[in-house]
């Protein structure tokens, strides 16, 4: 049973425009709710993270916005670069400490 | 070191080989997990341990697999009789193990078999 869904699955941007990318869960138990970033070859690097206790965090460019109540969380981009052109992938833990990811979401960001 | 190590980057074998991939954590970090990704697919986990101990292994997908971590620094995967379906990237993480911190990735063994 997949616990966190990811989409879309692939997104393309224009340099400068906003990249959105949408996730939900299912287990009401995760508390903590990182983004990570992988380029080919290399391992997923954290990017940001919440926790159920706010409604947003804002890192630079890169924003979280969260809504407890639907069990749905999501990733901005702002301001999109081709440098940020990368696999995203979301995810969520809880006591059980796993990261639990979603499925991925290729963004290419054209120049 | 300054990060997550993980050897060898690449490992070719053959169908019902055993392999051995190693990991490295970041100095001081005690909880370690090991994640295993297919092709297109976000990592999927395999097994957590909390200093020397498997906290968590419900992710092995059957007794071929098995890991060590004796000292409770660096980490061992172990795969017997090796299958193709076996094939992807096996990714290390390692954090504080405070709670929900972040895990830091190591840039994975990519494994073939064939």
């Known amino acids: 049973q997949q616990q966190v869904k990811q989409s879309p699955q692939s997104l393309i941007v224009q340099k400068g425009g906003i990249s959105i990318i949408n996730c939900a869960y299912e287990n009401t138990a995760f508390d903590y709710f990182p983004w990570y970033q992988q380029f080919p070859g290399k391992g997923p690097a954290l990017l940001i993270a919440i926790r159920p206790d706010v409604s947003e965090k804002k890192e630079g460019r890169f924003t979280i916005s969260f809504n407890k109540s639907a069990k749905q969380f999501s990733l901005h981009i702002m301001d999109s670069q081709p440098g940020d052109s990368a696999t995203y992938f979301c995810?969520?833990?809880?006591?059980?400490?796993?990261?639990?990811f979603g499925s991925g979401t290729q963004l290419t960001v054209l120049p | 070191g300054a990060g997550v190590s993980q050897t060898p980057s690449n490992k070719v074998t053959e169908k019902g080989k055993y392999v051995e991939l190693r990991c490295d954590p970041i100095s001081g970090h005690t909880a370690l997990y090991w994640y295993r990704q297919s092709l297109g697919q976000g990592p999927e986990f395999l097994i957590y341990?909390?200093?020397?101990?498997?906290?968590?292994d419900s992710g092995l997908p059957n007794d071929r697999f098995f890991a060590v971590r004796p000292e409770g620094s660096v980490s061992t995967l172990k795969i017997q009789r090796t299958e193709r379906g076996d094939s992807a990237v096996y990714l290390c993480a390692s954090s504080l193990g405070t709670g929900a911190s972040e895990a830091f990735f190591g840039q994975g063994t990519r494994l073939t078999v064939v």
């Open positions: 341990f909390q200093g020397t101990g498997a906290a968590d």
């Open positions: 995810a969520a833990t809880g006591s059980a400490r796993q990261l639990t």
